[in-house]
Each structure stands twice: as C-alpha cells, then as structure tokens.
C-alpha cells in the first residue's frame, strides 16, 4: 500500500470513530410547566359541549424551546365523539357537577 493511500485511509477511522463519539453525546432536553390555567365550560349545541383552557407556558429549562404543541387529554371522554350520542365511560367515577 502507498504512503498516501495508507494516510487517507487511517484519517478515515479516525473522522467515523469522531463522528460516533459525537453522536454520542446526550442532547438537552427543554422543560416548560404551564402556569395561570384558566378552564370554562361552554354549550356550542344541543348536546354538544366545549371546554376551553387558556394558560401562560414559562421555560424552565437549560436551551430555548420553540413550536409548543400543547394537547389536553380528557380521562372521562371518550373517543369518538358523534353529535346527539350520549356515551357513558364507566371506567371512571365521576365527580357530582359531571354526572
């Protein structure tokens, strides 16, 4: 094998064992806790209703975190919703102002 050949082969390894290594680091993760919740309950038809939430997101972690998705998730719901249907989840005890 040539000089060269040997020199552009061992710089080879060494920049894929470099690549791995820094692959390998751990990425930071961004932390928010959503603060000043705000809940209502509204009727939109006959049987169908709406709860609308309203808070302020604040960044308490180490790196910037931008494109928040926020979702809810509702444990009495089910779901598929159809408009007119009454359902009834009997998994979960509900409260008396939910019955």
């Keep these: 094998m040539k000089p060269c050949n040997r020199i552009a082969v061992a710089s080879s390894i060494i920049l894929i ?4 290594f820094v692959s390998c680091t751990e990425k930071k993760e961004g932390k928010v806790i959503v603060t000043e919740q705000e809940f209502s309950i509204r009727q939109d038809a006959e049987y169908n209703w709406v709860i609308d939430a ?3 997101i604040r960044n308490v972690g180490e790196v910037d975190v931008k ?4 979702t809810g998730y509702c444990r009495s719901c089910g779901e598929v919703f159809t408009a007119g249907v009454w359902f009834v989840n009997r998994d979960i005890e509900k409260r008396s102002e939910q019955m």
Aim: glycine share 10%; charged share 25%; net charge positive.
């Design 67 to 70: 494109k928040i998705v926020v």
């Design 54 to 56: 309203k808070g302020k």
């Design 17 to 20: 064992v470099c690549l791995c």
